[in-house]
């Protein structure tokens, strides 16, 4: 396929009566990635997945999965994606192993096919030890795996999972965090979720999305430049206090700076920078020529969730903060 690219979404619009859900957006997913959808309920990544896995028709806009037209070639993309919607609907009277083959005959498998597919999804999914239970008495962990190993029992190329976590305890997001994980490289990941730590430790990009529009995409590193014009250096160094405001007062690359007390005979040195420099090698040097001490020189990283709160804070309230 050219470029690599599992899906390509390009000026893509849904409309229901009276409301946008999904506002012209366009974004690309290469073969291999996790990629995190980030958003409030209702921002439309619900509606995007949907669309994506052919269960909704988009107003407007291109789709393409592994190359394929998703709304011209549905049969065609069905067969290549796994689909785990957020609430999701299993047959909670059946047994796990029968209803994995169950699905697997759904899904065009043939019974030879679906037998030894079911076998490699459980041990996968590590639902193997609940085979022959009925997924009703299973707890919501369990499910979650059972609806994994439904949306990987195909052998899709990409895996469509929507909210896969909600819901579940620390140890059953863990577990089903690193399971995902396992699954980059033979398949592609499009990942839905609002808890942004998830997304930061299982995903290699994310798209932001906010009021059915993308904010900001790209991975954390590139989402990290969005705040570069506030890019602030913490530097911990032994020396007088009165020579460390006059040299910060005196440097033209510092913006602003904050000098207050740290252990011992140190102080901790809060540097802003213009213009998005970043101040280390600066200070470093100074450092140096002054024969101060410097134990701690490090660029401040911000969250998934500052960065979320600067791209999706509405415009007047940027610029009463900035």
Known sequence: MRNGLMIQVANLTKRYAGHTAVSNISFTVERGEIVGLLGPNGAGKSTTMRILACFLPGTSG???IAGLDVFHQSDEVRRRIGYMPENNPLH?????REYLKFRARLKGLS???SRGRGDIVMEQCGITD???RIIGQLSKGYRQRVGLADALVNEPELLILDEPTIGLDPNQIRSVRQLIKGLAGNHTVLISTHILPEAE??????VIMYEGRIMAAGTSENLQRLMSNTNQVIAEIAAPLADLNECWAQTAEIQQFDVSPAEGEYF???LTARNGLDLRPIVYSLA???GWYLRELTLTRYSLEDIY???TRPDEEKEEGA
């Open 309 to 311: 709160v600067h791209v």
């Open 111 to 113: 019974r030879k096919q």
């Open 201 to 206: 430790m299982t995903c290699n990009r994310m």
């Open 92 to 96: 909670l009277d059946m047994r796990v």
């Open 268 to 270: 901790r040195c809060a």
């Open 130 to 132: 609940v085979s022959r």
């Open 288 to 290: 140096r020529e002054r």
């Open 62 to 64: 291109t789709v393409r």
